[in-house]
């Protein structure tokens, strides 16, 4: 149920991203939340379309803002992070989901220890972008916009 005038999209982050740009820069870049969620802000006003950006450490907080997307948007950008490899929970709520669900990491997953190379959220994600830094945020949303045309 998701027709409303503007369309709105949620982007998701899982635990550990509030750190982005303050530590391991060799893997996750110097860029932080801030500058992620300024670049999606651009792409959606761009689109006129409503962006809810969101963090969080805690599994339920983000199982919490997937049900909310349920009544209010088309589709959801996720960084799920260490959640992506664990979590059956958040799994089971973007299933209960009927929009888009785009799957981001900034690193590649696959180049880096075994333990990472499963997700979860593969299982419903439309698509799944690894490896492209921050910029890959950018890309999700450029093809979920492209698709909620
Ligand atoms: O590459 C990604 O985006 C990940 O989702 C990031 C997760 C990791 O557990 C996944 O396997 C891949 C970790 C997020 C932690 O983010 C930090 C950022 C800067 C400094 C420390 C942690």
């Not at 369309?7 to 893997?27: A, D, H, S, W």
């Not at 500058?35 to 450490?57: I, P, Y």
Request: charged fraction near 20%.
């Amino acid at each position: 149920m998701w027709e409303s005038r503007v369309k709105t999209v949620y982007v998701l982050n899982g635990p550990n991203l509030n750190l982005l740009g303050k530590r391991q820069p060799e893997i996750y870049g110097r860029e932080t939340l801030v500058d992620v969620e300024a670049a999606c802000r651009k792409l959606t006003d761009a689109a006129g379309m409503e962006l809810r950006f969101h963090q969080s450490n805690a599994e339920s907080q983000l199982i919490d803002w997937i049900h909310e997307a349920r009544e209010t948007a088309c589709g959801i950008v996720i960084n799920p992070a260490a959640f992506t490899h664990t979590s059956v929970a958040i799994l089971d709520a973007l299933n209960a989901f009927d929009g888009l669900v785009f799957e981001v990491h900034i690193s590649n997953v696959h180049k880096r220890e075994s333990f990472r190379h499963h997700s979860y959220v593969s299982l419903r994600a439309d698509g799944v972008i690894a490896g492209f830094g921050v910029q890959g945020y950018e890309l999700a949303l450029q093809r979920l916009i492209r698709l909620s045309a």
